[in-house]
């Protein structure tokens, strides 16, 4: 058991599961478009950069949550920091890799949401002390989803050329607001320490209840947007049954674990539960064509 609980920290903090979580969201995107799913420099590229911002975020935010480094999910980035380092740089070295297999145009693409990530985990802002971008109130929630939206779905959408508007916009809206519905969580989870760090989140404006709702109605619109595209997209080989009834599965799980959600939960509920979530649809959707 020692052994199993060892890897399965390996696995959340050493940032490979979020990492998985980027190629199923992205994979997912693909399967729609019903491009074929099988190996391409845009995973590799999600995969890397993924690695590398979250990796980054932990050893530089560890810096930020000194008084709880001997607590929790911070004890553990603390005996694993060099680790951490490690993965970091393989991740780095692997965007740059694939990044040279991607159009000149997806490369120009991704260079804002390059620039976001890169200000997000890195102090650049001045001030009494030197700020992330997600050191300030309300605004780490907003470019986290943008980030996995832009990731997940304009990307492989520009990547590899489609010229289905609707279904950029709709994918997107959709991804946006269930990214954003997910985190709203984690914001409950770090209450203390965004007390700690003087940063206003929607929880500690709302209540923990009343971020609740506000996930709620952001899971619940996340949802509509991605029945209605399902119901304009031109499919030649999908099922719209089969697309419907992964919607409704994956939200339900969703809503229940936001339901659920509170500051005394573990970590790993969090990390490997809710970070889960994206993986959930992806490989339901996938796995119910299969049969």
């Known amino acids: 058991m020692h052994i199993l609980k060892k890897l399965f920290h390996f696995l959340l903090y050493s940032n490979l599961w979020i990492s998985i979580c980027a190629v199923f969201m992205t994979a997912k995107t693909i399967f ?17 950069a ?13 810096n930020k949550a000194k008084a709880f480094k001997d607590k929790g999910r911070y004890k553990i980035i603390s005996e694993y920091r060099y680790h951490i ?59 986290v989803a943008i980030i996995w939206m832009w990731v997940s779905v304009l990307l492989p959408y ?10 950029l916009v709709l994918t997107g809206i959709e991804v946006f607001l269930f990214v954003f519905a997910i985190t709203i969580p984690f914001d409950i989870r770090d209450v203390k320490e965004d007390g700690y760090n003087q940063v206003k989140t929607i ?20 949802f509509i947007a991605g029945c209605i595209n399902i119901f304009f997209l031109e499919i030649k080989t999908l099922s719209y049954y089969k697309l419907f009834i992964s919607y409704i599965f994956t939200y339900v799980v969703v809503l229940y674990l936001i339901i659920q959600s509170n500051t005394d939960k573990e970590d790993h509920y969090y990390t490997f539960y809710l970070d889960g979530t994206m993986v959930l ?8 064509h299969s049969f």
Do not use: W
Request: proline share 6%; charged share 15%; hydrophobic share 55%.
């Open 50 to 62: 993924t690695l590398f911002i979250y990796a980054g975020h932990r050893v530089i935010g560890i």
């Open 281 to 288: 649809l992806p490989l339901f959707i996938i796995g119910i």
């Open 85 to 143: 380092i490690l993965y970091a740089i393989l991740g780095g070295m692997g965007t740059l890799v694939f990044a040279c297999f991607l159009s000149k145009p997806t490369i120009g693409i991704m260079l804002i949401p390059g620039l976001i990530s890169v200000a997000y985990i890195i102090p650049f802002f001045a001030g009494k002390e030197k700020k992330r971008l997600r050191d300030f109130n309300y605004v780490k929630i907003f470019f």
């Open 203 to 222: 929880p500690s404006t709302y209540g923990i209840e009343g971020a609740k709702k506000i996930a709620y109605i952001l899971l619940s619109l996340s």
């Open 158 to 167: 520009f990547e590899l050329q489609e010229k289905n508007i609707l279904f």
């Open 32 to 48: 729609l478009l019903e491009q074929p799913l099988e190996f391409s420099p845009i995973f590799g590229f999600v995969f890397s």
